[in-house]
Structure formats: structure tokens, C-alpha cells
T-cell receptor, first 117, second 111 residues
Framework: ETGVTQTPRHLVMGMTNKKSLKCEQH?????MYWYKQSAKKPLELMFV???????ENNSVPSRFSPECPNSSHLFLHLHTLQPEDSALYLC????????????????FGPGTRLTVL | GIQVEQSPPDLILQEGANSTLRCNFS?????LQWFHQNPWGQLINLFY???GTKQNGRLSATTVATERYSLLYISSSQTTDSGVYFC?????????????FGKGTHLIIQP
């Protein structure tokens, strides 16, 4: 595998289900991100992890729970979602230099298209 | 937070035409990227260009950071260039480390 991979590519779930999205990066990066793209809003940042520490939670509802066990893997745990949460969920990674002045290129996975019934 | 505006929102051209897509941003930036989103949703990196000019084949980009805009040029358009083009930035004003995206330019290249 190369680049950033995401599984599953498509997911249909009911509002009472619990599911997880998985992201893996094979680029040796140390920062990972979750983004959401819905039909009604532009691409928006959800979470940022630098060196496995969550540094950003962009006012995301608690029914979305991220987990970053190491610098190569990122999960998004989903529970009691609403139909309006149906969207394309994109994962990205970058190499963070560890200082405030380093903002390197981000690379995206293919996304998970989520439908909540 | 930082605001990103892209224009035009929609653009329809004939194959072989040239096009210019614009991205305006409201504050100074540490990162600016251009992406092409294909019909399956994949974001394809075109340029990482917080300042200066870069070229890659038929595509080139220029960012004038002091005037807070970036331009993406596509020459000799092909039907495979169709899709949505996004500009995204990381502002330097102490906000989020992730990218803030514009709403995109939907480009259609007709044969």
C-alpha cells in the first residue's frame, strides 16, 4: 500500500449502530486529520492529531470520537449518528516539523462515503 | 477564522481552451494548496504553493501572499480536467492547523 488508505470505502448504518472508520498512512508522516465533506457545506476540518496528541477539535459533536493509537493509524468511531451526518469523510496526513512555522503539504485518502438511515 | 473565496463557482469551456481559477484569502497563510477532486471524491494534490510560482505540465499556479490571492492556470484543457478544483489554506493567525477550504470551482470541459 502507498499513500493514505481508508476503509471502508462505503458504509451504510442505522442511527443506533456503532461503527468505525479507519485511516492508515504509509508516508512516514506524524500528523493526521479528519475532514468532512457534505452536500450542503464546504470541506471542513474535524480533528487534528500531531505526534499522536489531539491538537484540534473543531467543535465536533461527541457522537464522533477520534482515536490515534500511533502516528500511522487514525480511527473515527461513530455512534448514534443522525441522517445529517451522511457525508464523505476524508483522512489526511502531513509531516509536521514540530514547530509553529512548519505547515507542510497534506495528502488525502480516497474517503469513506457514509450514509446514515 | 480565515476565509477562503474561490471564483468562478462554475466554468464551462471547450476542449483546448485556457482557464484561470482564482482563490482569495482573508489573512496571511502558512500553507496554500490546490486540489482537483475527481468524480469518486479523491482529492488529488496539484500544488503546494504558499508563495511564488510553480508549473507542472499544463498546469501552473501563482500565489501573491502580500495581496492574499492565488491563481491556478490550466492550459489546453482536456475533458479529463473536468471536476472540482479546491483551494485550501492554513492561516498564520494562530487558528486551526488543518486546512480551510474554499467552496471550489466546478470545471466542465466539453469535447
Amino acid at each position: 500500500e502507498t499513500g493514505v488508505t481508508q476503509t471502508p470505502r462505503h458504509l451504510v448504518m442505522g442511527m443506533t449502530n456503532k461503527k468505525s472508520l479507519k485511516c492508515e498512512q504509509h508516508l512516514g508522516h506524524n500528523a493526521m486529520y479528519w475532514y468532512k465533506q457534505s452536500a450542503k457545506k464546504p470541506l471542513e476540518l474535524m480533528f487534528v492529531y500531531n505526534f499522536k496528541e489531539q491538537t484540534e477539535n473543531n467543535s465536533v459533536p461527541s457522537r464522533f470520537s477520534p482515536e490515534c493509537p500511533n502516528s500511522s493509524h487514525l480511527f473515527l468511531h461513530l455512534h448514534t449518528l443522525q441522517p445529517e451526518d451522511s457525508a464523505l469523510y476524508l483522512c489526511a496526513s502531513s509531516q509536521d516539523g514540530g514547530g509553529q512555522l512548519t505547515y507542510n503539504e497534506q495528502f488525502f485518502g480516497p474517503g469513506t462515503r457514509l450514509t446514515v438511515l | 477564522g480565515i476565509q477562503v473565496e474561490q471564483s468562478p463557482p462554475d466554468l464551462i469551456l471547450q476542449e483546448g481552451a485556457n482557464s484561470t481559477l482564482r482563490c482569495n484569502f482573508s489573512d496571511s497563510v502558512n500553507n496554500l494548496q490546490w486540489f482537483h477532486q475527481n468524480p469518486w471524491g479523491q482529492l488529488i494534490n496539484l500544488f503546494y504553493i504558499p508563495s511564488g510560482t510553480k508549473q507542472n505540465g499544463r498546469l501552473s499556479a501563482t500565489t501573491v501572499a502580500t495581496e492574499r490571492y492565488s491563481l491556478l492556470y490550466i492550459s489546453s484543457s482536456q475533458t479529463t480536467d473536468s471536476g472540482v478544483y479546491f483551494c485550501a489554506v492554513v492561516g498564520s493567525g494562530g487558528g486551526a492547523d488543518g486546512l480551510t477550504f474554499g467552496k471550489g470551482t466546478h470545471l466542465i470541459i466539453q469535447p
